[in-house]
């Protein structure tokens, strides 16, 4: 018994935040495999659809980014992500740091708070819906499909179409980041061409 009672108190201490072993998260199944080993999700991704319920966010705001790498740090039980973000015409390469939560959240601050949620995964793209808080509590639902290759494939088109309608995004607020100018890489604050 005191060793239990030991136990919860270091877990209390540690505020519940235990390194994670052999990169498995100790969740119930029942969730998309990624959940099982989110160390997929460390590489290089690009931003091809994006999704929102105000517009204005996605398109000259601070999610009309271009993601670049995550690096997912299962011991610490947090990712970075690395990203471009397009305001004003102007490219500024950007990193932010998300804890990964037992309630199947990626929590990340950027213009406020992202609970960040995968909805689907392959090897090759993973469809993200995100609840943006911002700093004057306004509430914005986005969806981002991110791809290992630089243009979206026609089922993970219909998979983001389909869980728009499933999160009550109209239609003419999706943007196919593919189609857009790009951010360019590995360049600090310069007007694309």
């Given at each position: 018994m005191k060793i239990l009672l030991l136990l919860l108190g270091v877990v209390l201490v540690c505020d519940g935040h235990l390194p994670l072993p052999d990169g498995h998260l100790p969740l119930p199944d029942g969730r998309p495999p990624l959940w099982n080993n989110l160390a997929k999700l460390s590489g290089e991704w690009n931003t091809l659809l994006v999704a929102a319920t105000n517009f204005d966010k996605i398109s000259n705001g601070p999610f009309h980014g271009y993601m670049r790498k995550a690096e997912v740090d299962i011991p610490n039980g947090r990712v970075i992500v690395k990203f471009s973000v397009m305001t004003n015409g102007l490219c500024t390469e950007k990193s932010a740091v998300g804890t990964i939560g037992r309630d199947k959240f990626i929590n990340v601050g950027y213009a406020?708070?992202?609970?960040?949620?995968?909805?689907?995964?392959t090897s090759h793209s993973i469809i993200v819906h995100n609840v943006n808080v911002d700093g004057e509590g306004n509430t914005t639902e986005m969806l981002g499909l991110l791809g290992r290759r630089l243009h979206?494939?026609?089922?993970?088109?219909a998979n983001f179409r389909e869980l728009m309608r499933e999160n009550n995004i109209p239609e003419e607020n999706l943007i196919d980041m593919s189609k857009t100018g790009k951010c360019p890489r590995n360049e600090r604050g310069t007007n694309p061409s």
């Open positions: 406020g708070q992202n609970n960040v949620k995968i909805l689907h995964y979206p494939d026609d089922n993970d088109f």
